[in-house]
């Protein structure tokens, strides 16, 4: 069977609906960074997850091809991810999406390097007909965070991040977010086939201890 990571790393990809304290290790991504409305039919976020998932699968299927990967093992194309913050003063602003600013990514194995990476978005520009060269090798290093599953539209996140920052105060913690370290999504499940009150989204905020 191909090597899932949501299954193998169930403390990342399957956290409860309730806060929990977690460290994540570094990790490398496929990134892609833009800005605006993820729902604006003609904007910059829906040819970032063309570019994404161009690259991801050019990877995955490498095998089938004269380029060969050393330490390449089959495995399931990890979930799409996405770190966001805005360009207002103050808080994440939920209400104005015009004014979000992201970087869409996907987890890429360890085997894949930055060789490796540069083929994939060569080879994935030619046989997709596709403009890749907006995907960076991203390493994050996210460190202490607090994370939960939010379950329901995204416009209902800021219920669940209440319940996340009482969590936060409560064990000794403080948020952590900066332009370092962000508000990070992690998506569950295809908004195009399941109805938004079924929608499972990982919610990740970085946190340090108090003084």
């Not at 990514?105 to 046989?127: G, H, M, N, Y």
Request: aromatic share 14%; net charge neutral; glycine share 4%.
């Amino acid at each position: 069977m191909p090597f899932d990571f949501k299954k193998e790393y169930k403390e990342y990809y399957m956290p409860k609906n309730k806060p929990q304290i977690v460290k994540i290790p570094t990790m490398n991504y496929i990134a892609v960074r833009g800005k605006g409305d993820p729902n604006d039919e003609n904007g910059e976020y829906k040819r970032a997850i063309e570019v994404l998932y161009a690259v991801a699968y050019t990877l995955k299927m490498s095998y089938k091809t004269d380029y060969k990967i050393d330490g390449f093992f089959e495995y399931v194309v990890p979930p799409l991810e996405g770190f966001w913050w805005s360009n207002k003063v103050g808080a994440f602003d939920y209400a104005d999406k015009s004014q979000l600013r992201w970087i869409s990514v996907i987890r890429l194995p360890d085997f894949v390097t930055e060789k490796d990476f540069q083929w994939a978005i060569e080879t994935a520009s030619k046989k997709k007909k596709l403009d890749c060269s907006s995907a960076e090798f991203l390493t994050i290093n996210e460190g202490l965070c607090v994370q939960i599953m939010h379950y329901g539209s995204y416009n209902d996140e800021p219920a669940t991040v209440e319940l996340m920052d009482k969590f936060i105060a409560e064990n000794g913690c403080q948020n952590d977010i900066s332009s370092g370290r962000l508000h990070h999504e992690i998506y569950l499940s295809d908004p195009r086939k399941t109805p938004p009150e079924k929608w499972k989204t990982i919610i990740r905020h970085p946190i340090r201890k108090s003084d």
